[in-house]
């Protein structure tokens, strides 16, 4: 199943489409779209009896109250070489605070003195059932409720050039457009298997494979569970492919009217208009 969120920032509604394709109004039966109504079955929710949405409007995010984003550095062998640097032994991991998460489709704010706003298509991992102490990887795909896309904006001088954490790059405010739904994981039997492309005013930037990964799905949510308790309703953005500004010299950063579309397969399609802080 695919659930989503649509209407006015704030006010938006929880839908589901099944394998009919038509999408359902969730609100008879659920408030809205948490871990815990991402692992119940279309007979749970009595998905066939739930009313037609005949207008769909603006996609939200499609998780309601996210927890913590929990980010993955450098996880694609082309995007380390791109950038200069090796591939890590172990997971790089920085934090995105959740304030940071928009709709799919919702204007991108650039911050006041950026030089070097950025783009990063990623596969987002929605967390269904606690991960603490797993035991190994192939016990791990078991704790996700399902996917969806991430565009993991950061700025890249904030980031790398004014010292301290990545986090000063990847917690502006939008830096975090998340959507336009959540496949559940029973309909991704593989992870690895997804394309993912990302086009900048129409151009091609970004176009990989989370066959690519150096640190998969499975070992990174048994990796993070020997750091921290992952709960339901937390998200990892799991890395993204070559193609970032970063690592193509003469490309040039993101500017006030650009464009970014973005998508991965099975999860739709994102489009963003990055705008200069007001």
Known sequence: MKFARHGDPGAEKPIVCGADGRW?????????????????????????????????ERFGPPLAGVGKIVCIGLNYRDHAEETGAAPPAEPIVFLKAPDTVVGPDDDVLIPRAS????????????????????????????????YTISNDVSEREFQLERGGQWDKGKNCETFNPLGPW?????????????????????????????????????????????????????????????????????????????????????????RQNFRATP
């Open 24 to 56: 359902r109004d969730l609100t008879p039966v659920a408030g809205n779209v948490t871990p815990d109504v991402l692992t119940r079955s279309e007979s749970g929710l009595g998905l066939e009896s739930l009313p037609v949405v005949t207008r769909l």
């Open 115 to 146: 030089r070097k706003t950025d783009w990063e298509v990623e596969l987002a991992v929605v967390i269904g059932a606690k991960a603490r102490y797993l035991d190994g990887p192939e016990s791990a795909l078991a704790c996700v409720a399902g």
């Open 182 to 270: 959540i496949l559940t994981a029973d309909e991704v039997p593989d992870p690895q298997k997804l394309g993912l492309r990302l086009r900048v005013n129409g151009r091609l930037r970004q176009d990989g494979t989370t066959a690519d990964m150096i640190f998969d799905v499975a070992y990174l949510v048994w990796y993070l569970s020997q750091f921290m308790v992952l709960n339901p309703g937390d998200v990892i953005n799991t890395g993204t492919p070559a193609g970032v500004a970063l690592g193509s010299p003469g490309l040039p950063y993101l500017r006030d009217g650009d464009v970014v579309e973005l998508e991965i397969d099975g999860l739709g399609r994102q």
